[in-house]
């Protein structure tokens, strides 16, 4: 994992969370989240780690599982191994060989780009 | 300026350490007055008396019970409070950072003090982490208005903040069949307002001082103003 910042919240691999879970600093999910997870920095989510519901972030890391969409305004990383069924939205994404991911992506386009006109329909 | 509360003693021990404070706050040049919790005094009544006499400093002399019952007492505001350790009592050592009452009584006289949280729980207002031990078979369930958690087995300890309590829940590490490194299983979490319901716990408690009823409503409190050493 390239998280190096403290979490100031950190859910155990036998802890079961259901709600909302809102912070500034980073989040660490080595259990289960039944809920929204929002947070000013990163969320992690541990290879024990599974998120049922949207997360919004600053980074999010994923190495378990997530059944949700994923909104990472700098990055969304999928890991090796992580499974995430859900629509993707950040600013920079990678996907691991190995992660499945099974949605839709959204990216911004870099400055100066238009996004592509549909490709005309043939006569 | 200090007002000093002390816990009634029937300790010879006490008794003669209690006749060597005095004569040691008398030579550093902050003797005050002292308050002895005996006869049936409340502490409320006393922590009252010496607000009305304008006195800005009150030392809890004794343990972290008087010291807790201190910080219970005292009024929001300005109040400067600070502990003198009778005897060997590892919460109120680690919560002042000395168990040496001669250290004690030096911090005093300097008067530094430092904004410390407090947290309130069941209406008690403490300035020391409240831990519940739940046992092999106990279960509790932690709700805020924003998420619930239900924990079973393990220690949880409730942390005053700045502003919120934090939650560290220590719970039991399961057996591991392959001998292979178990996962993480401390959770942090932190709330400004949170309820603990449980039918099966060992213990809640906020230094010597045991939660009996739950469910439980715990909150963070203001922080006051404490001469501790460090920092």
């Known amino acids: ?123 | 300026m200090y007002y000093y509360l002390f816990d009634t003693s029937t300790d010879p021990r006490e008794q003669q350490r209690i006749t060597q404070i005095k004569s040691t706050l008398t030579s550093l040049g902050i003797a005050g007055e002292l308050a002895s919790l005996d006869r049936g005094k409340h502490i409320g009544e006393l922590v009252q008396r010496a607000v009305d006499k304008r006195y800005s400093t009150l030392v809890a002399v004794g343990g972290s019970s008087l010291l807790q019952q201190l910080v219970n007492a005292i009024p929001y505001g300005e109040l400067v409070v600070g502990a003198i350790p009778l005897s060997n009592d590892p919460i109120l050592t680690q919560f002042i950072g000395t168990n040496d009452w001669k250290v004690a009584c030096e911090l005093l006289r300097k008067r530094r003090w430092h904004d410390t949280p407090s947290l309130r729980a069941n209406g008690i207002r403490t300035p020391f982490d409240l831990i519940g031990e739940l046992g092999e078979q106990g279960q509790l369930l932690a709700t805020t208005k924003q998420w619930s958690t239900r924990i079973a087995g393990g220690q949880v300890v409730l942390h005053p903040e700045d502003g919120h309590v934090q939650l560290s829940i220590n719970s039991p590490q399961p057996r591991s069949l392959f001998g292979g490194k178990s996962p993480q299983q401390t959770t942090l979490l932190t709330a400004t307002e949170l309820s603990l319901q449980s039918d099966v716990i060992q213990y809640l408690r906020t230094g010597t001082t045991e939660i009996a009823a739950l469910p439980t409503t715990i909150q963070h409190d203001a922080v006051f103003r404490c001469v501790r050493a460090g920092e």
Request: hydrophobic share 35%; glycine share 14%; with cysteine.
């Open chain 1, 1 to 123: 994992m390239a998280n190096q910042e403290p979490a100031d919240t950190l859910i155990g691999a036998s802890v079961e969370l259901k709600g909302s879970l809102k912070n500034q600093g980073s989040i660490v999910i080595n259990g289960t989240v039944i809920g929204d997870v929002t947070s000013g920095a990163t969320v992690v989510i541990s290879e024990t780690g599974r998120v049922q519901g949207p997360i919004i972030a600053k980074r999010i890391e994923v190495a378990g599982t997530v059944i949700g969409s994923l909104r990472g305004e700098q990055l969304i990383d999928l890991l090796p191994k992580s499974i995430v069924q859900g629509d993707l939205a950040g600013g920079q994404l990678s996907i691991r060989q190995g992660a499945t991911f099974v949605g839709k992506c959204e990216m911004p386009l870099p400055d100066g780009h238009s996004h592509p006109k549909s490709a005309p329909k043939p006569e």
